[in-house]
């Protein structure tokens, strides 16, 4: 069995550089936001189960990931998000 390939340093860094600057990003936002933006972008929950799971209106959750959204692509200066 060959062994696998090793990482590019230089891809990794970039990576694991981004992942920290999105848990930063996130650690900055209101507990609500990043609570609802994190279980839809990361965990995939639809917003009905979203809205299920925190007790809050389906439009309220909506809300949030917006607004989480605009905050995350303001602090990390991203426009794709």
């Known amino acids: 069995m060959p062994l ?3 990482p590019d340093p230089g891809r990794t860094s970039v990576v694991a550089g981004t992942r920290l600057d999105l848990l930063d990003a996130l650690a900055q936002l209101a507990p ?3 609570e609802s ?3 839809r972008d990361v965990l995939g929950l639809s917003y009905h189960e979203i809205a299920m ?3 809050v209106p389906e439009g309220t ?3 949030r990931i917006h607004e989480a ?3 995350l ?3 990390l200066g991203d426009g794709r998000m």
């Open 4 to 6: 696998p390939d090793r």
């Open 32 to 34: 609500g936001l990043a």
């Open 37 to 39: 933006v994190a279980l």
């Open 53 to 55: 799971l925190l007790e």
């Open 61 to 63: 959750v909506k809300s």
């Open 69 to 71: 959204r605009r905050q």
């Open 73 to 75: 692509r303001r602090q």
